[in-house]
């Protein structure tokens, strides 16, 4: 009996072998040519402004501002790093020759790997699609582009954007459900960029691994922020409240948790609820008025988040601050809990909403030792006027670090971005982006007639030995 034909697989196999054809043409693809295309990408983000914003409030209702903060203009700011370097970048670098290799001339050149799959998460539905985006095109690669389907109408117009700029040959967005995305994973793509959680991370990884794939894996995890007996407490509370609170707590590199020496907790506490006040209730109308704070995603999310919350409350935490809830509209407010115990969810998983636990510690090892006990961070966040942030980074493993601030780096176009191990592998943004989709291929050029190694050649004999020996010994 024959095999049904699988219609989405047949679809899938056929648009990438179309993009296998353009990747051979885009290897030999010129700056200009790299850089037109994220022009166009560029003008048709200018003259869809007002689209971009609708769709994100649509979503999730996201402020307008928030919207051209943290999705118009990271992807606007990378095309213009990208579009000044890429001519530095693409060209060939020469390395110096070792004495044993005399005589040779070595280079490193950089080419595209080929066809790349990215997929993309729903909490900056259109920055981190678009923004892995600009790095392959920058790199030369044809793309499959698979957006969230917990965000369509954000991954509409980011179809709607695709198939206005390039052929269905050059990128091309497929949409769908996780049976999609599986489908897709069984495909052997040149490279595999994927944003979501470690959970998801893992079956990308284990799917890429039966085709020998590279990946680009940007994750997430519990991100500490460490306030020391030094730091200035009211900076530190209004940048740890709009870290958090921005896109509602959905966000990958938002502080998970507060580390604070029990000296200065009680101070921090004031000084972050009226940070949150300023920032979402100025007014003192309620926040679920406010038009600064966005929603939860959708159903079931709210429910992990209410969840989570029940939990800690159940098992002593203390609302120090918020705790409201309205279902119909997914509106959580935000909630600063204390008196965390590690039988509480909260204290485990990534929370990924505005619930911001806040634990004290006596002695800066003992903040140290918190955050090694968990599995290593995308984001480390230590505020402080001393040097003490010098044994924190120095003692601790997390994908990024920073000082006095928080979710800064991201937008901070020569830093690279990822995680290590449970938060990520493999860097982004940049440079960083740039080399994530291209092959560093070393090249050697000899000269004719001439070979350092000739007198190594069988028939060894007493002079080759001498010759092995000094290289060892002096090589």
Known sequence: MDTPIDPLKSDL???????RLTALTWRSSTTFDRIERLKAIRTWIKNHQSDIRQALWNDFQKPEVETDLSEIYPVTSEINHTIKHLKSWMKAKSLPAP??????KAKVQFEPKGVALIISPW???FNLAIGPLISALAAGCPVVLKPSE?????SDLIEQMISAIFNKEEVAVVQGDASVAQALLALPFDHIFFTGSPQIGKIVMENAAKNLTSVTLELGGKSPAIVTESADLKDAAQKIIYGKLVNCGQTCVAPDYILVHESVKNQLLNELKVAIQQMYDADFIGIESSKDLARIVNDRHFSRLKSYLDDAVEKGAKVEFGGKSNPHHRFIEPTLLSQI?????IAHEEIFGPILPILSFGKLEDAIEYVNRKPKPLALYVFDKSKSYEQILEKTSSGNAVINDCVLHFIHNELPFGGVNNSGIGKAHGHFGFLAFSNEKGVLKQRIGYNNVTLLRPPYGVKAKKIVESLIRWF
């Not at 917990?150 to 954000?154: E, I, R, S």
Request: hydrophobic residues 30%.
């Open 99 to 104: 004495l044993a290799m005399l005589g040779t």
């Open 123 to 125: 909490n900056y539905p």
């Open 150 to 154: 917990l965000t369509p109408h954000t």
């Open 341 to 345: 115990t590690e039988e509480m969810e």
């Open 13 to 19: 196999e056929r648009k990438l072998k179309q993009l």
